[in-house]
């Protein structure tokens, strides 16, 4: 958060110092200072006017884009299985564990997805051992 101001001030600043190259052909890098750049030097202005729109639209971008396209792509994947970690570019076409063929999740997401697996292993183990019975389909069990 504290990153998106920062990358928002300095887009500002560099957008306004491209702004005065642009109509005023020179940079006042300290305003109500003395050095003031002056750039009415051929196409210079021109040049380092839209340089510095381009780095203030860059730094703006940096602290505009969503959050959930920085998640999208994390940097590593977790096997559900044997709690391998992949690079995500390694895995990122076919998320699947080569060791033991277990899905592949992200960091944050494994803990849910340990949780999920063992509740379903349990239930599965107290399927096997008649404690409790599997789930039916919503067929009406008529009783006599
Ligand atoms: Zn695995």
Do not use: H
């Amino acid at each position: 958060m504290f990153s998106r101001i920062f990358n928002f001030l300095i887009g500002m600043m560099f957008i306004f110092y491209g702004i005065f190259a642009l109509t005023l052909k020179k940079i006042n890098t300290k305003p109500g200072m003395a050095p003031i750049t002056d750039l009415n030097f051929g196409y210079l202005w021109l040049i380092a006017g839209f340089l510095l729109i381009g780095f203030g639209v860059a730094f703006l971008y940096l602290s505009f884009r969503s959050e959930k396209r920085i998640k999208n792509y994390p940097l590593f994947l977790r096997c559900v299985g044997c709690g391998k970690f992949y690079n995500f570019s390694d895995v990122k076409e076919n998320p699947i564990c080569k060791a033991c063929g277990e899905k592949l999740v992200k960091e944050d997401e494994y803990e849910n997805a340990i949780n999920q697996k063992e509740a379903e292993r349990l239930r599965a183990e107290r399927i096997a051992n008649g404690i409790i019975k599997p789930k039916k389909s919503k067929r009406k069990v008529k009783r006599k």
